[in-house]
């Protein structure tokens, strides 16, 4: 219980983002509405309320991502100011139509213009503070915020709703906009997300966008769903405070749950999975709202709601993640990811006012929704699936193995000493997840492959043998390298050290065994060679076949080194939380790879690579390389 509650614990974080979320809940419904009379809520006002607050908000996150791009220095600055202007106006807009009839309309326009402004650029503030956060602390304000939202949600309608609607402009806003404010003075400026030129290198940003459309896609697909229930009530505005509370209610349990499982086990979840295995059953609750009544489309528009609210916190938590991992601008790939969900919600929505019209048909609307719904879910399959482009998908049609395709939260408890953990890390000891070049999705390559060292440089070759050498001008993560020894955790079995001497004296391009043979002994390591040591070939029967067990024992050892690295990387990451890539970049400082040659393997910045190594060094205590290797010496 204690480890609940202090991850429960609020912050101004928390508590800031919690009342943004609880003042901005509405706004799927219409903006300010559930608390303003309903006797002022006509159809044709939440109509065109939502279209100018849908139209301006994708507005925003497209110029916030051309912005990103072209102009980063800008979109990286925690401006509150730019975003309370708007929001406030916004709000102060629809207060003056409750009193000015006439104008109603046209007040309602320029307010939900305003605030679809002020709620995209306050997203955008708390975006950028959480891909800024550890990992740890940006995830718990997001789901714990959540959390906290609903009550402070329902605790709206026990004030009156005359008084609330002043509240919030003149009380709430300037509290979540301090919040914001006071969180974003603690943030590192330097961090390599902040000093990002994207034009510096527009194949990273194709690439990300890339291998995440699809992702998105399928969040997105929640959204039209939404969309789409949004057209089905907005005739009967009573009907949006209901789906409100019930979608927050929704939207509590939802958080609840990820908190649970992110406490005990951990969460990787795939979008692109869950897609598939919702799809069935969202397509059939789609069908099921041609034949039952009101009563099961608000159940399903609350349900539909309430998963939707739980997307929009996964696709922020994506989105951050996406940026830590690969040192991408925070705004740039949020602008993607929300580009994509809030278009396809507004194409569910209009395609529901379309389908509308169909009643002069003699169609129910229910009716039409339920086909329209039915035709839009199976067309976005048709495109996650291999759409437009057959033969481009990734990876023999499997996403889920992209490591940035997925929400993953570290179990908060630690896994060190769980059987089916170091099971699982042995099944794959000998691979390392790693993206290629021609962003063809996820690579499976042999960390320590014999043959392939030999063919590089004899640097490189060591240093992808584990480590043998810190030795580039660059020079590796931390300190210089130990030895492969050190990485080892420990002494090395006598072959594999003299083959590793006989390596270090070995001419261009000649075998290190072939050189130890020569110098006319089966064990080098009993007679290491001098570079000014005369070579002497022994031909004789006996000592052929002691070299070919020699060669047998030493391509064993060499072998089994690359397993032993992963498993004990797996152990350590297991015991001190690393995320996946900090778990792959921990494993290729350990094998002695320089900064560069790792941000090469992983495609990104050297910078990201930097800060990378740094978080790896503040969750494990420790300030070299040296240190590192020690650690990993003492997994079992």
């Known amino acids: 219980m204690r480890a609940y509650a202090s991850v429960l614990r609020p912050s101004v974080a928390i508590l800031g983002y919690a009342l943004f979320l609880a ?12 608390f303003i009379p309903l006797s002022l809520q006509t159809p044709s006002m939440l109509l065109w309320f939502s279209l100018a607050y849908s139209g301006v908000f994708l507005m925003c996150y497209a110029a916030s991502g051309v912005g990103a791009y072209f102009m980063p220095g800008p979109t990286n600055r925690f401006i509150v100011g730019l975003a309370s202007a708007p929001y406030l106006l916004g709000w102060c807009l629809i207060i003056a139509g409750m009193y000015l009839p006439r104008l109603q309309l046209p007040l309602s326009v320029a307010g939900g213009a305003a605030l679809g402004l002020g709620s995209a650029g306050f997203y955008m503030l708390w975006q950028r503070l959480f891909a800024s956060q550890d990992a740890d602390e940006a995830n718990r304000t997001l789901i714990v915020g959540t959390l906290y939202a609903a009550p402070l949600y329902l605790s709206l309608y026990l004030i009156p709703q005359s008084l609330t609607a002043f509240l919030v402009p003149f009380v709430f806003l300037p509290l979540f ?3 914001v404010a006071l969180t974003s003075r603690t943030i590192d400026r330097d961090q390599a997300i902040f000093q990002d030129v994207p034009r510096h290198h527009p194949q990273l940003y194709r690439r990300a966008v890339t291998m995440n459309w699809r992702s998105a896609l399928c969040m997105g697909a929640i959204g039209l769903c939404a969309g789409l229930m949004r057209a089905l009530a907005i005739d009967d ?11 927050m209610v929704g939207s509590l349990t939802t958080a609840g749950l990820l908190m649970a499982a992110w406490q005990v086990t951990g969460v990787r979840l795939s979008f692109s999975r869950f897609y598939h295995l919702a799809f069935p059953l969202v397509i059939t609750a789609f069908a099921l709202l041609a034949v039952l009544g009101p009563s099961y489309q608000l159940m399903l528009a609350a349900l539909l ?27 740039f790939i949020y602008a993607v990811y929300g580009g994509i969900v809030y278009a396809l919600h507004e194409l569910g929505f209009a395609g529901g006012m379309l389908a509308q019209q169909t009643g ?10 339920a086909l329209f719904g039915v035709y839009l879910l199976a067309f976005m399959y048709f495109l996650e699936r291999d759409g437009l482009m057959p033969g481009q998908r990734r990876n023999g049609g499997n996403d889920g193995d992209y490591a940035g395709s997925r929400v993953e939260l570290v179990a908060l408890r630690s896994r060190a000493k769980r059987p089916a953990a170091a099971a699982a890390a042995a099944s794959s000891s000998a691979s390392l997840t790693c993206l290629d070049a021609a962003g063809a999705g996820p690579t499976v390559a042999r960390m320590q492959d014999a043959k392939g060292a030999r063919t590089a440089s004899a640097a490189d070759a060591r240093a992808s043998r584990g480590g043998v050498t810190g030795g580039s001008s660059a020079g590796p993560v931390g300190e210089p390298s130990g030895g492969i020894a050190d990485s080892l955790g420990g002494s090395l079995p006598a072959d594999l050290a003299g083959n590793l001497a006989a390596d270090r004296h070995a001419a261009p391009g000649e075998s290190p065994l072939d050189a130890a043979a020569e110098a006319g002994t089966t064990n080098p390591s009993a007679h290491p060679l001098t570079p000014d040591q005369p070579r002497v070939v022994k ?3 006996p000592s052929r076949i002691a070299r070919e067990g020699a060669d047998a024992k030493a391509a064993d050892a060499e072998e089994a080194a690359p397993e032993r690295i992963t498993l004990q990387v797996q152990a350590l990451a297991a015991r001190y939380r690393l995320t996946s890539r900090e778990t792959e970049v921990t494993e290729l400082v350990a094998r002695g790879h320089t ?3 790792i941000a090469q393997m992983l495609f990104v910045s050297e910078n990201t690579v930097k800060t990378h190594s740094k978080r790896i060094y503040a969750k494990l205590g420790i300030h070299r390389r040296q240190d590192l290797l020690d650690l990993l010496g003492q997994q079992r």
């Open 23 to 34: 003042i901005n809940a509405a706004s799927v419904w219409g903006g300010v509405f559930p």
């Open 177 to 179: 906009g301090l919040a």
């Open 237 to 247: 505005p009573s009907i949006g405070p209901v789906v409100n509370v019930l979608s």
């Open 305 to 331: 709601y309430a998963l939707f609210s739980a997307v929009v916190m996964l696709m922020m938590m994506q989105s951050a993640q996406i940026s830590r991992d690969q040192g991408i601008n925070p705004i």
């Open 360 to 369: 002069a048909a003699g169609i129910a609307p229910a009716e039409a929704i």
């Open 539 to 541: 031909t004789d029967a």
């Open 595 to 597: 900064v560069a040659r």
